[in-house]
T-cell receptor, first 113, second 112 residues
Framework: GQQVMQIPQYQHVQEGEDFTTYCNSSTTLSNIQWYKQRPGGHPVFLIQLVKSGEVKKQKRLTFQFGEAKKNSSLHITATQTTDVGTYFCAGEGVDNQGGKLIFGQGTELSVKP | DAGITQSPRHKVTETGTPVTLRCHQTENHRYMYWYRQDPGHGLRLIHYSYGVKDTDKGEVSDGYSVSRSKTEDFLLTLESATSSQTSVYFC???????????FGPGTRLTVL
């Protein structure tokens, strides 16, 4: 079945450093979504990418969707302690029904002040 | 946050006992989902619903059943709990099939 792999599993950075997490799907996706989960919390939607090669920005966060619609990345510029948490990508297959999402394993980001 | 609650928030039970988790929404969203979250596995879909009495299996459905008799409630039942079902369970809702999913606060279940 469809699989979504996400790397790295953990990332420790010094405050002010950049951070990137990568997501790769075994099949072509109709869209990809990114979620953030703070420690002890629940996943919260960040963004959805739909178009091939799409790039979206939210302040210091930059999201990309690959040309083949099988990979995606999230880049954070100049991390802050408020960025701490686990970032998940979630993909929906092109033949999907019911809005099922396949989540990556997540990248846990820790930021040292 | 979307109007979505889960109950109970924490539960400890013994192997072999039945357990029912409840997800309640006040958003009138059509789609509802049950996930489990375990270290190293991210979020894995157990079952989902695309309307009242309309449900389907996810990737890890063995040992779980669901019911949705009203738009606002989606129940997850473990007929005979096992230690491998110790996990954090999240409910999510969505108004359209390819839209944003809004997650509940989660239920931490421990099966001894």
């Amino acid at each position: 079945g469809q699989q979504v792999m996400q790397i790295p599993q953990y990332q420790h950075v010094q405050e002010g450093e950049d951070f990137t997490t990568y997501c790769n799907s075994s099949t072509t996706l109709s869209n990809i979504q990114w979620y953030k989960q703070r420690p002890g919390g629940h996943p919260v939607f960040l963004i959805q990418l739909v178009k091939s090669g799409e790039v979206k920005k939210q302040k210091r966060l930059t999201f990309q969707f690959g040309e083949a619609k099988k990979n995606s990345s999230l880049h954070i510029t100049a991390t802050q302690t408020t960025d701490v948490g686990t970032y998940f990508c979630a993909g929906e297959g092109v033949d999907n029904q019911g809005g099922k999402l396949i989540f990556g394993q997540g990248t846990e980001l820790s930021v040292k002040p | 946050d979307a109007g979505i609650t889960q109950s109970p928030r924490h539960k400890v039970t013994e192997t072999g006992t039945p357990v029912t988790l409840r997800c309640h929404q006040t958003e009138n969203h059509r789609y509802m989902y049950w996930y489990r979250q375990d270290p190293g596995h991210g979020l894995r879909l157990i079952h989902y619903s695309y309307g009242v009495k309309d449900t389907d299996k996810g990737e890890v459905s063995d040992g779980y059943s669901v019911s949705r008799s009203k738009t606002e409630d989606f129940l997850l039942t473990l007929e005979s709990a096992t230690s491998s079902q110790t996990s954090v369970y999240f409910c999510a809702i969505s108004d359209i099939g390819s839209g944003t999913q809004y997650f509940g606060p989660g239920t931490r279940l421990t099966v001894l």
